[in-house]
């Protein structure tokens, strides 16, 4: 069972356009919800998170925009950049049994071209 | 500070061959994953302990599946007999709980069973 649905799969946007990612979930018992960013050979590596109770979060170059009452979430990387080039995955983290939980998104591969 | 520490990086075997991977998580860390990332299914929770303890082994695809994590600085997945469609690559991760939620990963452990 999907609990955190991602898309696209993959995208492709010229450099200084802004790639957006979205992710659907549907457990309301979810409370944490990173990205994480993955380059070939690496490990993923947190990106950024947000907890639900707010709308957007903004680090850097890039916003994740939360919608609560949709259950959608999405990542927005402003003036995107060659070496934003990797695999982009949503999570989210539910409480089980008294221990924290990580469930991911299927990824997006991105790929900036100049 | 060091991360995650996986070997062996990189794996090939035959069918029918056990396998074992090896994870030292992040010194002080609580928590441990073990993922596995396919292109078809992509990251996948495997098991995850809290405090040397399997909470969640849900994951586990199949009896020939199993994880130990003997000490706070030590885990192994073994894979017993591998089959072709083990081929993957294998991310341990760590975290402590109540530190903000930050998983941190491994490089993972690239699997290839002929």
């Known amino acids: 069972q999907q609990q955190v649905k991602q898309s696209p799969q993959s995208l492709i946007v010229q450099k200084g356009g802004i790639p957006i990612i979205n992710c659907a979930y549907e457990n309301t018992a979810f409370d944490y919800f990173p990205w994480y960013q993955q380059f070939p050979g690496k490990g993923p590596a947190l990106l950024i998170a947000?907890?639900?109770?707010?709308s957007e979060k903004k680090e850097g170059r890039f916003t994740i925009s939360f919608n609560k009452s949709a259950k959608q979430f999405s990542l927005h990387i402003m003036d995107s950049q060659p070496g934003d080039s990797a695999t982009y995955f949503c999570a989210a983290k539910v409480v089980h049994f008294g221990n924290e939980k990580l469930t991911f998104g299927t990824g997006t591969r991105l790929t900036i071209i100049p | 500070d060091a991360g995650v520490i996986q070997s062996p990086r990189h794996e090939v075997t035959e069918m029918g061959q056990e396998v074992t991977l090896r994870c030292k998580p992040i010194s002080g860390h609580n928590s441990l994953f073990w993922y596995r990332q396919t292109m078809m299914r992509g990251l996948e929770l495997l098991i995850y302990?809290?405090?040397?303890?399997?909470?969640?082994d849900s994951g586990m695809p199949e009896d020939r599946f199993s994880a130990k994590m003997p000490n706070a600085s030590f885990s192994t997945l073994k894979i017993q007999p591998s089959e072709p469609r083990d081929s993957a690559v294998y991310f341990c991760?760590?975290?402590?709980?109540?530190?903000?939620?930050?998983?941190?990963f491994g490089e993972g452990s690239w699997l290839t069973v002929v």
């Open positions: 991760a760590s975290s402590f709980i109540g530190s903000g939620n930050t998983i941190y």
């Open positions: 947000i907890r639900p109770d707010v």
């Open positions: 302990f809290n405090n040397n303890v399997p909470i969640d």
